[in-house]
């Protein structure tokens, strides 16, 4: 994502000028949060993992349009549109009727996690679900032992546990341990090798209770290629990455040690090793659905009916070693477009292909905060509204508000007090960045490695510098 160190490539004046109004006219108008942003963006005694799996016959409904993908191993037919389950409505009626849809149009991978929702989604994904015949759908779930609290082997055997009685099923579809690589090998010796976890599971896979195993990937990549250079001990059923066209070559680490690593390096890997791709991001938590004017014009030049976010999916579909991919839709307009996507998914041509990377090469100058509002760090003890302050923050650039010009400028002050004027109006006194303490306790808990606290205080100096 955005490096703020980098060049910022100016756009056209009329054009920024333009897209500076929309947005204080969308701040204004008081819509802009964290929430706003977030684009509403994975299912007896089984057999052994290392015999073939035997399909579920009704998973996939013969009449919809929905394009499926082949489980390797089991023959299963998953969706390549998976439902997250991370953000959800609050009303449980509300999450019926999407889910309702999604399964009506041949949706059947939901992913979900003992943490999203505060703790609360897997027992609204176990309630909603439980509505349906077993065979009708597949669930994954993820071991969220990050906490050090969680490491001793029956702390984490009661999170296991627990998945099963809030999902209401007695045998999860896909299992993951969830978000591997922050820490490095020393953080998956804490939490799955060192307390016997990962051995548990293995044997909870041979019992048939976990259908497949897999894990899922944020940060240091050593964890990721750790965990693979050793696939002829685990046997990896599925691994989840996070890809978009994006990230494909734009990653924050790039191959590096200690950073988030290009997708593409991900997603070579796993095809090598004939290891199925489930995708989380597509569209990078809604960045790439909301994006600038002057890339909203080029992808409209091609497909003029398509929103940036159908662009975004097709190209993650595209790739045909993935599984699914994973969106959060908490919106029936979201879920009817994705599912119209998918329905069948039109593969990108290798020219929209080249001008996705162009368009990559473009956007990885702007500087933004690669923040996908995916509200891991919270809560904040001191009330910061993080992924709200960073996605207010990122429209700001999206929409030429950001970066500010020279302090000589003629329009200065002017560009800096609509800046202030409009983050006050959209972030509330005691969700504002200058509340950070500094702390540091959101630091460990972000997949995407961004310095929250140092980022926190650039915000704060934006809104200082109107007072000079
Ligand atoms: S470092 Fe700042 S933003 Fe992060 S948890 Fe502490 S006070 Fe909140
Ligand atoms: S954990 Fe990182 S990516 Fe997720 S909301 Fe917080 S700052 Fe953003």
Redesign the pocket.
């Known amino acids: 994502m955005g490096n703020f160190n980098c060049e910022y490539n100016m756009q056209d004046n009329k054009q920024q000028d333009m897209n500076r109004r929309s947005f204080l006219k969308r701040v204004g108008l008081g819509s802009f949060s964290a929430a706003a942003l977030m684009l509403a963006e994975p299912f007896g005694a089984m057999a052994s993992p290392f015999e073939e799996k035997k399909a579920k016959k009704e998973a996939a409904p013969e009449s919809v349009a929905m394009t499926y993908r082949t489980q390797n191993g089991s023959g299963e037919k998953i969706s390549l549109l998976g439902f997250g389950m991370m953000r959800l409505p609050r009303e449980q009626e509300e999450v019926d009727r999407l889910v309702d849809y999604a399964i009506a149009h041949g949706v059947n991978y939901f992913d979900t996690a003992p943490m999203y929702g505060g703790g609360h989604n897997e027992e609204v994904t176990g309630r909603t679900l439980s509505r349906y015949p077993r065979e009708k759908y597949y669930v994954a779930t993820k071991l969220s032992n990050q906490n050090p609290q969680t490491w001793p082997f029956e702390k984490s055997k009661a999170m296991y546990e627990s998945s099963f009685r809030k999902l209401r099923v007695d045998y999860i579809d896909y299992y993951l341990l969830h978000a591997i690589g922050g820490g490095g090998v020393d953080n998956l010796r804490n939490r799955f090798f060192d307390n016997g976890m990962l051995d548990f599971l293995l044997k909870e896979r041979e019992a048939g209770r976990i259908r497949h195993l897999g894990f899922s990937y944020h940060g240091d990549v050593s964890a990721f290629d750790y965990l693979l250079d050793h696939n002829d001990k685990y046997h990896w059923d599925f691994v989840q990455i996070q890809m978009n066209y994006l990230d494909w070559r734009h990653a924050r680490g790039g191959k590096r040690r200690g950073g988030d690593a290009d997708a593409e390096y991900l997603y070579n890997r796993l095809e090598k090793l004939g290891i199925q791709a489930v995708i989380m991001e597509p569209i990078r938590?809604g960045g790439l659905a909301n994006v600038a004017e002057d890339i909203n014009s080029q992808l409209r030049a091609v497909r003029p009916d398509d929103s940036p976010a159908r662009w975004g999916f097709r190209w993650v579909g595209s790739h045909e070693n993935v599984l699914t991919v994973l969106s959060g839709m908490n919106r029936m307009d979201h879920m009817e477009d994705n599912v119209a996507t998918f329905s069948p998914l039109e593969p990108c041509t290798a020219k929209e292909n080249e001008l996705l990377a162009r368009i990559a090469d473009q956007m990885a100058g702007f500087p933004t905060i690669?923040?996908?509002?995916?509200?891991?760090?919270?809560p904040c003890p001191y009330g910061v509204d993080?992924?709200g302050n960073?996605a207010f923050y990122n429209q700001a650039v999206t929409d030429k508000v950001l970066p500010l010009p020279e302090s000589t400028a003629p329009d200065y002050a002017e560009r800096q007090k609509a800046y202030v004027e409009a983050y006050q109006k959209a972030i509330p006194l005691e969700k504002r960045a200058n509340r950070c303490q500094d702390c540091g306790e959101?630091l460990s808990?972000?997949?995407?490695l961004?310095r929250?606290p140092n980022q926190m205080s650039r915000l704060v100096e934006l809104t200082r510098k109107v007072r000079r």
Do not use: D, E
């Open positions: 938590g690669g923040c996908t509002t995916c509200a891991y760090c919270m993080i992924p960073f959101c808990k972000c997949p995407q961004i929250i």
